[in-house]
């Protein structure tokens, strides 16, 4: 039975340019969400996909943004990218918005 | 704001020990308590967690204590173990808001051998 699965696993970009990371939910999970984690900090909550809609959203600007497929896997686009937006970026899948969260090992986003 | 808020930042432990994480949290709306562990390179992987209406919850050698009335809980590790070394996150959430969750800032934790 596959976890959740990110890629890629590293990226490297410079300032201004835009990134989009790819997330494929633990079998039989419909739900997405996607977390920052900078270096040394707990996870920030970007926003939640179900049914192929964002349903919560975090502290993030525009900038951030998402797609869920039908299928359940998701993307997380980043435009403008900032040397601020270096982080691990984290999905974690569930089953329903209000199951339990299992995260993937995450992508690391370099800025330069 | 910071609505969870853990504490120590790090932690050395002789092995055998007990290693003891503390955190509270702010909203009282808050229903669901994980504990998360995570290794270098890797996601957090889910520990254990609590609700509100129980005071303990224990699994192997990780028990969660839970004070309602002073909004904190704890994570106590027993016998503690070299492969225990990770970074442990709490975290808080609500149903209500579809288990988004809120992190505290994470505790290092050493076993020396």
């Known amino acids: 039975d596959a976890g959740v699965t990110q890629s890629p696993t590293h990226l490297i970009k410079t ?24 270096l040394g900090q707990g996870p920030q909550f970007i926003f939640q996909y179900y049914e ?5 959203r975090g502290n993030f600007p525009d900038r951030f943004s998402g797609h869920q497929f039908p299928n359940y896997s998701s993307e997380l686009n980043v435009n403008a990218l900032l040397l601020g937006d270096s982080a691990l970026y984290l999905c974690a899948s569930s089953l329903a918005p209000q199951g339990t969260q299992y995260f993937g090992p995450g992508t690391r986003l370099l800025v330069l | 704001q910071q609505q969870v808020k853990q504490s120590p930042q790090s932690l050395i432990v002789q092995k055998g020990g007990i290693s003891i994480i503390n955190c509270a949290y702010e909203n009282t709306a808050f229903d669901y308590f994980p504990w998360y562990q995570q290794f270098p390179g890797k996601g957090p992987a889910l520990l254990i967690a609590i609700r509100p209406d ?13 004070n309602k009335s002073a909004k904190q809980f704890s994570l106590h590790i027993m016998d503690s173990q070299p492969g225990d070394s990770a970074t442990y996150f709490c975290a808080a959430s609500m149903k209500a808001a579809g288990n988004k ?5 994470g505790t290092r934790v050493l076993v020396k051998p």
Do not use: M, N
Request: aromatic share 10%.
């Open chain 1, 15 to 38: 300032r201004g340019q835009q990134v989009t990371l790819r997330c494929s939910p633990k079998s039989g999970h419909d739900t997405v969400s996607w977390y920052q984690q900078a």
């Open chain 2, 101 to 105: 969750l809120t992190f505290g800032g």
């Open chain 2, 54 to 66: 129980v005071s303990e919850k224990k699994e192997g050698r990780f028990t969660i204590s839970f």
């Open chain 1, 52 to 56: 192929e809609e964002e349903r919560q």
